[in-house]
């Protein structure tokens, strides 16, 4: 079934108008658009959807038929759902392998009295003992606390500058580009790199930064050290954290104010609100999700902070900065407590998964609002 088009050519005098056209409903046995000209008495065959389908049904036959039969079969006996679990399992497995797995067997290991370097005795079931003295230890505690004081300060600062970073970055000036990248630069770099770095600076005697505190203060840079004193020690940790990791809170913060539409701002003039009023109002709600995300990202990493302590302080002096991942890695690696810093662990994890559940939950609460 098609429709036969008879029109007529436009004429230079309507050269603005359609031309006339009939169409004509033919029983014809092909699936083509025959377009008649009565001018020219050219028939113009244009091809239809009906025949573009046809060839592609085709087309599906012929690869269809040759496929190998024993393939064929094997291919129209999987269901949908039993492919898509054909793509789906390898990384199920690799989860598994790499994530689930050592967890249970890190439980194992807590309910027992095993010790690495001691393979070949005998492993005593102890149940829930090694928690007990983990949770009764003082040390524990005391290495929470200097978790905590770590952990709180550093996201206080890093917030607070971040913002106020990118707020002053997403106001467009001369050197934008320039300026972004040399704040991002200390992120960039290692640890390792950073804590080496960073203790040179911390030296009384050769250390930039005892100079540039004796410049304000008046005080004598070889007076003090910020390594190597108790009361100053946890500050130096927080310092370095924060010249480090500053530009990733900001760059988060920059996303979320670049992603305000000024159409609000404009809204927000017209109805003569103020600035400080726009800040409070529009700015601090739309950025909040934003800066709870990063202080979620910045509250983990530093929870398992590593590396950056050890460079600098190792843990000293006495036990002013061990955090507690420095206390389970002594247990494990230098008291080889095996069995006790499983414990160790499995308690870490419980309590940063829990902290972190809830704190997701409040974040979906804030970007629900």
Not at 65 to 94: E, K, M, N, Q
Not at 168 to 196: E, H, Q, Y
Not at 199 to 204: A, E, G, I, R, S
């Amino acid at each position: 079934m098609v429709w036969l088009q008879i029109g007529t050519p436009r004429s230079k005098k309507k050269a603005n108008t359609e031309p006339l056209c009939t169409w004509l409903y033919c029983q014809v046995p092909c699936a083509r658009l025959l377009r008649a000209n009565r001018a020219s008495r050219i028939i113009t065959l244009v091809e239809s959807p009906l025949e573009t389908r046809t060839m592609s049904h085709d087309l599906t036959t012929r690869v269809a038929s040759a496929t190998p039969p024993r393939l064929a079969h094997r291919i129209r006996g999987l269901s949908d759902r039993a492919i898509a679990w054909i793509f789906v399992a390898p990384t199920i497995f690799l989860l598994l392998a790499v994530n689930i797995f050592p967890l249970i067997w890190t439980i194992r290991l807590s309910l027992t009295n095993f010790r690495t370097n001691r393979p070949n005795n005998a492993v005593e079931f102890v149940g829930i003992e090694n928690y007990r003295k983990i949770l009764t230890d003082p040390d524990t505690w005391m290495s929470l606390q200097a978790t905590a004081h770590f952990l709180i300060w550093t996201i206080i600062i890093q917030v607070l500058i971040g913002f106020a970073l990118a707020y002053l970055i997403n106001k467009k000036f001369r050197g934008n580009d320039l300026w972004t990248t040399l704040i991002v630069l200390p992120m960039m770099l290692s640890p390792a790199v950073v804590g080496n770095f960073w203790t040179f600076l911390y030296q009384p005697q050769i250390g930039l930064f005892n100079y540039f505190v004796s410049f304000f203060s008046g005080v004598d840079p070889s007076s003090f050290s910020m390594i190597g004193e108790v009361p100053l020690a946890p500050w130096a940790i927080v310092i370095v954290d924060t010249w480090m990791w500053t530009p990733f809170v900001m760059l988060i913060c920059l996303a979320g104010l670049r992603s305000i539409p000024p159409s609000i701002y404009e809204a927000a003039e017209c109805d003569r609100a103020s600035k400080w009023r726009q800040f409070w109002t529009i700015t601090i709600p739309m950025v909040l999700p934003f800066l709870m995300l990063a202080v979620l990202f910045r509250g983990i990493e530093n929870f398992k902070m590593f590396d950056l302590v050890v460079q600098l302080t190792g843990g000293g002096p006495g036990s002013t900065t061990q955090l507690v991942s420095i206390d389970l890695k002594r247990e494990a690696f230098e008291k080889w407590r095996t069995g006790y810093a499983s414990a160790y662990a499995v308690i870490l994890f419980v309590t940063v998964f829990g902290l972190a559940s809830i704190y997701v939950k409040a974040l979906n609460k804030v970007k629900d609002r």
